[in-house]
């Protein structure tokens, strides 16, 4: 990954040095993201300072110095990113009459804007980006990211100055910036184990939404535009359903993942994150079958077997002849890496897979540079087997008239969960399901509503966030976009669609994104890939679940190179034995940021239930690690960015 930053005063008020010095010192804060060096651009007249941190991969083309400034002189470039059809882009620019210092990538994006414009451009981009881009003309700056959010980018109004940056903790280097907790945000958190855009936990910053465009004046007026949407690809691949056959379906697939990836290949070896579950093994065979190069793929083990999928990851990576490195997590990883996560995650983060993820990629760049991952497969190529348990159950639901259903929610809510616990040891021990009154109260929660109050509850780690957070508001999402229904009527599809623009962009990508960052590794994710995506929700639904088997058509194209019997157990995908060691090894750091009287101190959550759920947990009584973790993570994360407020 490489990095941004950059500080407009538009007053022109500062000085040279106090200018470039914010944008240095907001620079400084991301050397991680970019370890090997760092430029800066500025025009004092104008009040503006680009700042641009690089990590140097040079397997596709030799990278641009940046800040890049256009061949016609009127944009400055700064972007962490990559440009993957630049070579088709190139051509038309240059009849255009455009000038190429050199073969980056990267300067597709400035010649562009200069040559088509700024939206014109970012609709053309197959890329994974963030960008800063002034207009030094109109005294314009521009900022933009790809169309799921592979990349980050954040902004801030601070004063009479404006910031921006690829992560927070380079906003608060601006000594203006007000570094205030948004209990709102905290609350949207606590549902969803991540921080959702455009918010940010603090109540004046914002991140810019993936396939947007902001746009800011010299008199601060700003206006953000989406230049691409999910929704819009939705409806046209929900208009324009493909009628394909079988054969043709996959032979289709095959050719646009190995479009996707090779794309994306270098002149070097790169690696694959492989779980040995469909979208990581399709990434490493198809790396295999387009690259030049010998392929690595990394995998993490746990002693734990439950949740160990190493002896699978390796035998899919014998099979494909890939060279395969493993590394088996234990306890004391975890208790070496959790005091460095607030570091690492500027914002409470709470995928527990944030700890693997940091350990493959530090073994991944001891071998590569670079290296592909699955993410993004599930939602366009109907994955998840959770959401077709959730419509399930929905369906199951349904057919109980609706004042049986309206008569048991309220009996099941006259009581406390406790009470239900308690009436179910009258049950035989085997029949007898553990925490009964939880799962019955939750159960009480759907039982007159719809379809998206069942994607809720199993999407929500804490159902009452509103509850937990003190003074806390949730903001609506996506899920209660009263629209949605109109365009996306299956159920399933819809969860996909929910999930694309939550939990993808701020859970998963953050956390490769910020693990990989950590370890000087660069990521590439070919199922981000454009085609991918609008192929994939152009799929008939019987091309996505088939038999009881979720992403089907991506199963046909893998059976290609994968034989089916490899591939036939259950899927993990990275998971954590968190339970076992918040009771054993991480207890005592758990019970120092659970503790009542703290809690009750700090004044941001209601302490009893993250008391009750803390004691159920080590008593064994049920694993809440999901639910614990997120309040651990975002006590963590106070304790070091906000620790008095």
Known sequence: MSALAGVWDRRAELSRDALTGIADAMANTLRVRGPDGGNLWSDTVAGIALAHRQLSVADR?????????????????????????????????????????????????????????????????????????????????HLFRDRLGARPLYWAHSDNLFLFASELKALRACASFQAELD??????????????????????????????????????????????????????????????????????????????????????????????????????????????????????????????????????????????????????????????????????????????????SKLARQHVTVAFTGDGAAEPFGGGGLFYRAADHYRRIQRLPLPVRQAAKVMIQRMPPIFWTRLSRALPAALRPPNFGDKLHKLARVLTGDEDDIYRLFRSYWQDPEAMVLGGREPAGPPEDPRVKSFIPDSVERMHYYHTLTTMPHGALTKTDRAASAAALHIRLPFLDASLVEFGWSLPLNLKLREGTTKWLMHQVLHRYVPPQILARRKMGFDVPMGAWLRGPLRDWAEDLLDETRLRTEGVFNPQEIRAKWQEHLDGRHNWQGPLWVVLMFRAWKQRWLPGA
């Not at 088709?88 to 804007?113: C, H, K, N, T, Y």
């Not at 040559?115 to 197959?126: F, K, M, P, S, V």
């Not at 032979?251 to 290949?265: E, G």
């Open 61 to 141: 083309c030799p990278p641009a110095s940046q800040p890049l400034v256009s061949s016609c002189g009127r944009f400055v470039l700064s972007c962490d990113g990559e440009v993957y059809n630049a070579d088709e882009l190139r051509p038309a620019l240059r009849a255009a009459g455009r000038q190429f210092s050199g073969l980056s990538d990267i300067e597709i994006i400035v010649e562009g804007a200069a040559a088509w414009g700024i939206e014109a451009t970012a609709q053309l981009l197959n890329a994974e980006f963030a960008a800063a881009l002034w207009d030094r003309e109109l005294r314009v700056l």
């Open 183 to 360: 209990r709102d945000v905290a609350a949207a958190y606590m549902r969803r184990k991540a921080v959702p855009a455009p918010y940010t936990i603090y109540r004046g910053a914002r991140m810019l939404e993936p396939g947007a465009i902001l746009t800011l004046g010299a008199e601060g007026e700003h206006a953000i535009r989406p230049y691409w949407t999910l929704e819009d690809t939705v409806r046209c691949g929900n208009q324009n359903r493909l009628a394909v056959s079988d054969a043709e379906a996959t032979q289709r697939l095959d050719d646009l993942l190995r479009n996707a990836v090779a794309r994306r290949m270098g002149n070097a070896p790169i690696g694959t994150f492989l779980s040995g579950g469909i979208d990581s093994s399709l990434m490493l065979a198809l790396g295999q079958a387009v690259g030049t190069k010998p392929a690595h793929s990394f995998s993490v083990g746990f002693h734990e077997s439950e949740y160990d999928e190493a002896g699978y990851a390796g035998a899919i990576a014998r099979h494909l002849n890939a060279e395969h490195h493993t590394l088996y997590v234990m306890p004391e990883h975890a208790t070496e890496l959790i005091p460095r996560l607030p570091e690492m995650y500027d914002e409470p983060n709470a995928d527990i897979s944030q700890i693997p993820a940091f350990f493959l």
